[in-house]
């Protein structure tokens, strides 16, 4: 929790730096969306009202005070008769007050120690918000950061298919030149300009992947999603991650310390049900006040005030045995809590298993990615001197401009594989930091 709200105190300064001159980077990114995010804010707002809730008072721990105060005006038809015919009295629209005024305080005595498993279940109520607000913090970072890398994985994509067109053009150039002494042919220079063209829509598609991509970002930035923003990086893989680091802290992240907690308050409420078959116990206190006055009658003014103590204690006998059915529910909700967090369990241990095996594969294979795309690059500019001196055809220029596009190609969705599978690997375990 501490780290999560260190976390929220550096926004407000990340967000001064490099976005207004539409430079993003990674970290302006997390910043900003951690800043923006509904999502967050209303996680934000839940734990707010967990921690208001969790009160004594409103667990019914404290004293109650009420105050009532009534003033009735009355217009009355009197008549009385008495032994002595000269007592009597026959009166119409006769006035007369009635104001009574007290105050009472009560406390609970005791009532089967439901205020205390209140006062539990809400303190374990405002740590489950808390969990489940840092849970949101750590996946909003994943998504931005994935789709963040996505970017740069694409212009990674845009930089190859430019070195491509750039050979495509020195091709052409080369050809040019030949057919000026009658050493090549129109055939060529078609076949030449219409792999150039291939490459040039292929960058205009990409072009749009990054532009739709960006857009994509903002959007979890919560910020325009027309806003121009320039991304500049690269892909660096952490390849110290093992999984004996991440899976026994993956087993303790946020969502499952929430199921844990959803449990301690299901259990809360069963011993709050069950203390609605206890007796209830309280004392009241007080003081009251009533005024009678009356214009006519037998008697005309009636005063009475002074304090009162008073003990009430309620013993439920019967009530349709709908308390009973209520704990047997509590009972059922508790163990579907303990089985959700089980199956939870299995699932985050499945899942940070299965992303393991996919972030050390692409490293193995990164290795010889960088290899091959290395080789294929000085294929490319080798046989691309022999093209010049007339020692290659354009045949053996294309299939190693496609060679160097394929391993440029799987060089970089490698290398975002194994960061994505690193991003969310962290995820699992708490520990993603941008």
């Not at 923006?36 to 996680?43: E, T």
């Not at 967990?50 to 005006?73: F, H, K, M, Q, R």
């Not at 309280?282 to 009678?292: D, E, V």
């Given at each position: 929790?501490?780290?999560?709200?260190?976390?929220?105190?550096?926004?407000?300064?990340?967000?001064?730096?490099?976005?207004?001159?539409?430079?993003?980077?990674l970290s302006d990114a997390v910043a900003i969306a951690l800043k923006n995010s509904y999502n967050i804010q209303l996680a934000k707002n839940n734990v707010e009202i967990a921690a208001i809730n969790n009160y004594v008072g409103v667990a019914g721990g404290l004293p109650t005070v009420t105050a009532t105060v009534s003033d009735v005006e009355n217009a009355t038809s009197i008549n009385q008769k008495f032994p002595d015919p000269s007592r009597n009295v026959t009166r119409s629209g006769v006035s007369?007050?009635?104001?009574?005024?007290?105050?009472?305080?009560?406390?609970?005595?005791?009532?089967?120690?439901?205020?205390?498993?209140?006062?539990?279940?809400?303190?374990?109520?405002?740590?489950?918000?808390?969990?489940?607000?840092?849970?949101?913090?750590?996946?909003?970072?994943?998504?931005?950061?994935?789709?963040?890398?996505?970017?740069?994985?694409?212009?990674?994509?845009?930089?190859?298919?430019?070195?491509?067109?750039?050979?495509?053009?020195?091709?052409?150039?080369?050809?040019?030149?030949?057919?000026?002494?009658?050493?090549?042919?129109?055939?060529?220079?078609?076949?030449?300009?219409?792999?150039?063209?291939?490459?040039?829509?292929?960058?205009?598609?990409?072009?749009?992947?990054?532009?739709?991509?960006?857009?994509?970002?903002?959007?979890?930035?919560?910020?325009?999603?027309?806003?121009?923003?320039?991304?500049?990086?690269?892909?660096?893989?952490?390849?110290?991650?093992?999984?004996?680091?991440?899976?026994?802290?993956?087993?303790?992240?946020?969502?499952?310390?929430?199921?844990?907690?959803?449990?301690?308050?299901?259990?809360?409420?069963?011993?709050?049900?069950?203390?609605?078959?206890?007796?209830?116990?309280?004392?009241?206190?007080?003081?009251?006040?009533?005024?009678?006055?009356?214009?006519?009658?037998?008697?005309?003014?009636?005063?009475?005030?002074?304090?009162?103590?008073?003990?009430?204690?309620?013993?439920?006998?019967?009530?349709?045995?709908?308390?009973?059915?209520?704990?047997?529910?509590?009972?059922?909700?508790?163990?579907?809590?303990?089985?959700?967090?089980?199956?939870?369990?299995?699932?985050?241990?499945?899942?940070?298993?299965?992303?393991?095996?996919?972030?050390?594969?692409?490293?193995?294979?990164?290795?010889?990615?960088?290899?091959?795309?290395?080789?294929?690059?000085?294929?490319?500019?080798?046989?691309?001197?022999?093209?010049?001196?007339?020692?290659?055809?354009?045949?053996?220029?294309?299939?190693?401009?496609?060679?160097?596009?394929?391993?440029?190609?799987?060089?970089?969705?490698?290398?975002?594989?194994?960061?994505?599978?690193?991003?969310?690997?962290?995820?699992?375990?708490?520990?993603?930091?941008?």
């Amino acid at each position: 929790m501490r780290k999560l709200i260190l976390s929220f105190l550096v926004i407000p300064m990340a967000t001064q730096f490099g976005f207004g001159q539409n430079r993003l980077s990674l970290s302006d990114a997390v910043a900003i969306a951690l800043k923006n995010s509904y999502n967050i804010q209303l996680a934000k707002n839940n734990v707010e009202i967990a921690a208001i809730n969790n009160y004594v008072g409103v667990a019914g721990g404290l004293p109650t005070v009420t105050a009532t105060v009534s003033d009735v005006e009355n217009a009355t038809s009197i008549n009385q008769k008495f032994p002595d015919p000269s007592r009597n009295v026959t009166r119409s629209g006769v006035s007369s007050n009635n104001m009574n005024a007290n105050i009472t305080a009560g406390i609970l005595l005791f009532n089967g120690f439901r205020v205390k498993a209140a006062q539990q279940r809400l303190a374990e109520l405002q740590k489950m918000n808390e969990d489940m607000l840092n849970a949101q913090i750590q996946g909003t970072m994943a998504a931005v950061m994935t789709s963040y890398y996505d970017v740069v994985r694409q212009q990674n994509l845009l930089n190859t298919i430019e070195k491509s067109i750039e050979v495509s053009q020195q091709r052409i150039d080369v050809i040019k030149s030949r057919k000026e002494v009658g050493l090549a042919n129109n055939a060529d220079l078609y076949q030449a300009q219409i792999d150039l063209n291939a490459l040039i829509q292929s960058k205009q598609a990409q072009q749009l992947i990054i532009d739709q991509g960006k857009t994509n970002l903002l959007s979890l930035l919560f910020v325009s999603p027309d806003s121009a923003v320039v991304i500049k990086d690269s892909i660096v893989v952490d390849e110290k991650v093992t999984l004996s680091q991440i899976k026994p802290l993956a087993l303790k992240n946020p969502q499952i310390a929430a199921a844990e907690q959803q449990i301690k308050i299901n259990e809360l409420l069963e011993r709050e049900t069950a203390a609605l078959r206890v007796p209830t116990l309280r004392a009241t206190t007080g003081f009251n006040f009533s005024n009678t006055k009356s214009g006519a009658g037998f008697i005309l003014e009636n005063r009475s005030y002074g304090p009162f103590l008073g003990v009430n204690l309620a013993i439920p006998i019967y009530n349709g045995m709908i308390s009973k059915k209520q704990q047997q529910v509590a009972e059922i909700n508790t163990r579907n809590a303990k089985v959700q967090r089980d199956q939870f369990l299995l699932n985050i241990e499945t899942g940070t298993v299965r992303t393991y095996q996919a972030y050390s594969n692409a490293l193995a294979q990164l290795k010889t990615a960088k290899e091959n795309q290395i080789l294929s690059k000085q294929l490319l500019d080798l046989v691309m001197q022999r093209f010049q001196l007339g020692q290659a055809t354009i045949i053996d220029v294309k299939l190693a401009q496609q060679s160097f596009e394929n391993e440029s190609y799987r060089l970089v969705n490698l290398a975002f594989t194994a960061k994505v599978a690193e991003v969310e690997l962290k995820r699992l375990a708490n520990i993603i930091e941008p």
